[in-house]
């Protein structure tokens, strides 16, 4: 069975076009093959905020998440996006002990920043994906179309949480004094 390739999140991206659709764009380390996984708004804000050290004002739950396999002794070993069936990719979380947790890749993806652990994709997955972009080579133009950047949607995640910051700081102030 061929190894796993070890792959990086180099961007997470939101086409112009569509702005409903984000897409998070996988690379391979020390290589030339990417991969692109389509994935929710929350779900990109979440990746885009883990990939840029978006300081949060309190723990998300990627952060929770890694918080609770730490207090159980468990760590996340790899995140592997194992298949891709039906256009849908899918991924496993393996765990320190070698067991695997099956996982959204955006979710899998998100805790592998936030814990620092490797992500690898199955060649089979790579494969895949390169024929399902000859076939509809109009998602292919839409990676490869004008879009905003994970460091843009990263500073639009800090402006809204600098804005919620403002409006619970006015509901907490004292009632003006007649």
Request: net charge negative; glycine share 6%; no cysteine.
């Amino acid at each position: 069975m061929p190894t796993a390739v070890a792959m990086s999140v180099a961007d997470v991206r939101r086409p112009t076009e569509r702005p409903e659709r984000h897409i998070v764009v996988l690379e391979e380390l020390g290589g030339e093959r990417r991969l692109p996984i389509w994935i929710g708004t929350p779900e990109a804000l979440s990746l885009v905020a883990a990939l840029e050290e978006v300081e949060l004002p309190r723990p998300g739950p990627y952060h929770f998440a890694q918080a609770l396999l730490a207090a159980a002794g468990g760590a996340l070993r790899e995140v592997r996006v194992s298949r891709l069936a039906d256009s849908v990719f899918y991924a496993v979380a393996v765990l320190a002990d070698g067991s695997e947790v099956d996982a959204r890749p955006s979710d899998a993806l998100t805790l592998a920043l936030v814990t620092g652990a490797p992500i690898t994709v199955e060649p089979a997955v790579l494969d895949a994906s390169e024929r399902f972009a000859r076939e509809r080579p109009g998602l292919a133009a839409e990676v490869s179309a004008p879009a905003d950047s994970a460091s843009v949607l990263a500073d639009e995640v800090r402006a809204r949480l600098a804005e919620l910051a403002r409006e619970v700081a006015e509901l907490n102030e004292p009632p003006a004094e007649p």
